[in-house]
């Protein structure tokens, strides 16, 4: 097999000398890779190029398509974008992928049974950073949630089961409160679970989706969640599992793709020769798996679950083993874990289960067409900054601005209805919804002569939102108390 060339980034804090531990054990397996480097990270952000990440880093990840990176350190500050999220969005890596299990009895796990994937939506929801001060009381934050974006991920993870042998797939969301966002990402997960009906399906709201997942994660073999929860869910979990340090992903694009720990850089252990290189390990052998050389992966992974089983360990887990009172291990430092790794390379565990990976090849769909969906404009939400009005002052300016076609329903605070029928208990801020409706279409120009005439009643407009229908099918919620 010719050797596959990758990209690597060493990253910040802990980041180099976990690095050069991966390094070492991936050369000493026979890992049939060669490497370009790239600096991103706090570096290039206090050069004064925000994104962290040079034009030159860029031509050569774009070249190699495989990314491994270590953790990387964003400055204390506003201005600075996330990495992650950058080399994720720019390159269309639109699942992040993390297996979790537990290492019971070798590491304490109340729950040693546990063995599962989440696969977190990666480029959508909240994660667009796109936020607003509308007002001098109020913020504002857009979710995304696209038909494209959703079923992709929601695909990859049926078709990641289905060539894992795995036999359930969950899906989590909010969609009882967020019925448009959250319940377009149940309805496909609806829809394209029908197209694998080998495969069990099982769907949870959050909150209680994710005390499932704290108290009993062994029910759960895949999980695909949106990108928030996702996120969070990934943490808990690996936690349970025993340790954050021990966790890797990966963040799987079409042509795409980039591996990861998901710990951060821990600036104060940097150089200290401290760091638990497992995370990034991990992160390595899922990487070999997605370019074909899951033999090597295999035998880094057994001879890493052996190393744990002989207990050398690092300083995080040396802690976990002392506190439930286990005392016959030996703690090593980075450089030292590496060798203990590399020593046992062909020997399997004895008591952990050895790692044994499939050939994988997973191959999306293309997503549906919906981009000829037709919208009709039906009314306007407007939002005003007002600080001295009261609702129903306001409610009889805006009936007095009304138009022939569009008619005020209600303004909202803080999403609660407050007028007509002002709720005298309800805190209320300088922040405000009007929605105005129509029993037929409306043009652009139907909007601009209302929004001038709410100009004319001295009101301050700050934004405006459009409401459509698809079909006759409203496609914006309701407001509470509506």
């Known amino acids: 097999m010719d050797k ?26 026979g890992a049939k890779i060669d490497i370009d480097e790239i600096e991103v990270g706090e570096k290039i952000y206090l050069s004064g190029n925000t994104s962290g990440i040079p034009e030159s880093a860029w031509e050569i990840i774009k070249k190699n398509k495989i990314l491994l990176k270590a953790p990387i350190t964003t400055p204390q500050g506003g201005g600075y974008k996330s990495i992650n999220v950058t080399i994720r969005k720019t390159l269309g890596l639109y699942a992040n992928l993390r297996p979790v299990r537990s290492y019971h009895p070798i590491i304490p796990c109340k729950s040693p049974n546990m063995n599962l994937v989440i696969v977190r939506e990666n480029e959508e929801d909240l994660y667009g950073s796109i936020e607003y001060q509308q007002t001098s009381e109020m913020t ?70 994710m005390a499932k997942l704290a108290n009993s994660p062994e029910i759960f073999e895949v999980v695909v969640l949106p990108n928030l929860y996702g996120d969070i869910a990934s943490d ?44 990034l390990l991990n992160a390595a052998i899922m990487m070999l798996v997605h370019i074909g050389q899951g033999d090597i992966a295999e035998k ?26 286990i005392t016959d ?34 191959k999306i769909k293309s997503t549906k067409n919906v981009r000829n969906t037709k919208l009709t404009l039906r009314g306007v939400d407007i939002f005003l900054d007002e600080r001295k009005l009261k609702p129903n002052e306001i409610g009889k300016l805006l009936e007095e601005a009304q138009t022939e076609k569009l008619k005020l329903i209600m303004i909202t605070n803080r999403g609660q209805k407050v007028y007509p029928a002002e709720i005298v208990e309800t805190l209320l801020t300088d922040h405000w919804r009007c929605r105005f409706e129509s029993e037929s279409e ?25 409401l459509y229908y698809i079909g006759e099918k409203r496609a914006y919620s309701l407001g509470q108390g509506q």
């Open 236 to 279: 808990v979990v690996a936690e349970i599992a025993g340790s954050i340090g021990l966790a890797g992903s990966a963040n799987i694009g079409d042509e795409y793709a980039m591996f990861e720990a998901i710990h951060g850089s821990a600036p104060k252990y940097a150089g200290l020769n401290k760091a638990n290189p497992s995370g």
């Open 300 to 325: 880094i992974e057994n001879a890493w679950l052996k190393t744990l089983e002989d207990k050398v360990v690092t300083y995080d887990i040396a802690r976990i083993l002392k506190e439930n009172g």
């Open 329 to 362: 291990y030996k703690e090593v430092g980075t450089k030292e874990f590496a060798d203990a790794v590399i020593e046992r390379l062909g020997e399997e565990p004895k008591v952990l289960k050895p790692a044994k990976y499939p050939s994988i090849k997973i």
């Open 442 to 466: 409306i043009t652009h120009k139907d909007i601009r002569e209302l929004l001038e005439r709410i100009e004319a009643k001295g009101l301050n407009w700050i934004k405006i939102e459009n």
């Open 4 to 29: 596959v060339r990758i990209t690597i980034a060493r990253g910040d804090g802990i980041g180099p000398e976990i690095m050069d531990a991966v390094l070492r054990i991936l050369f000493s397996a």
């Open 140 to 209: 504002m934050a857009l979710k995304l949630i696209s038909i494209p974006g959703t079923e992709k991920v929601i695909r990859f993870a049926f078709e990641y089961a289905k060539a894992t042998g795995r036999k359930k797939v969950t899906c989590m969301t909010k969609d009882n409160i967020l019925k448009i966002t959250d319940g377009l990402f149940h309805k496909l997960f609806d829809e394209i679970g029908n197209e694998y009906p080998e495969i069990e399906k099982d769907h949870w709201i959050i909150d209680i989706g």
